[in-house]
């Protein structure tokens, strides 16, 4: 296996803008860095998990994933333009308390996002199970690329906490030009 390929492939997808990354650093803006953290640990479960799930169930995947994928992109789209209305109309002056930023929240996020389950349907098969498939070694495999994700998901919450002053001091173009990436990032789905 190439390491150096499968752990570009895997920073490349998980520290890229996505619906997760994006929700992160507007929750830092809008909640704060606490209720960031929790979405934060509720996505890192959920992607932990979903790696585990394809590792283990990778074959019964690949006979399901046509009808799945439809499914998921239909569903993932329009939460994430629904994620997207949000963070547009959300108000830094009114801090009523914002859904986006719980556990469950990024927990169920992850289940909806079509790139987190591209990534977790392709990067176990492609990079892992063609050289082994012992236990121990797709479990080391997923822990370690959770920890990846985990670190990306840090990052943006890092990055909101640092120029969260900033953020709130042009609020407005902020909301908007987050709301704009997650609508890309949801129109790129069906690209």
Excluded: E
């Amino acid at each position: 296996m190439n390491i150096l390929s499968f752990l570009t492939y895997c920073f490349i997808v998980t520290f890229t803008p996505g619906p997760t990354n994006i929700v992160i650093l507007s929750t830092v803006h809008q909640s704060g860095t606490k209720k960031a953290l929790r979405y934060t640990y509720g996505a890192t479960i959920a992607f932990g998990l979903l790696l585990g799930l394809s590792a283990m169930l990778n074959t019964l995947l690949v006979t399901v994933i046509p009808k799945l994928l439809i499914f998921m992109q239909v569903i993932g789209t329009l939460y994430m333009l629904y994620l997207a209305y949000q963070i547009y109309q959300s108000d830094a002056s009114n801090r009523k308390v914002h859904d986006t930023g719980t556990f469950l929240s990024g927990f169920l996020m992850q289940f909806l996002n079509p790139k987190v389950l591209l990534f977790c349907m392709t990067v176990i098969p492609s990079f892992i199970l063609p050289y082994t498939k012992a236990p121990s070694a797709l479990t080391i495999s997923v822990i370690g690329i959770t920890v990846i994700g985990f670190l990306a998901f840090i990052t943006w919450l890092l990055f909101g906490s640092i120029f969260r002053t900033f953020l709130q001091k042009h609020s407005k173009i902020v909301n908007v030009v987050m709301a704009l990436f997650l609508a890309y990032s949801a129109v790129m789905i069906w690209m």
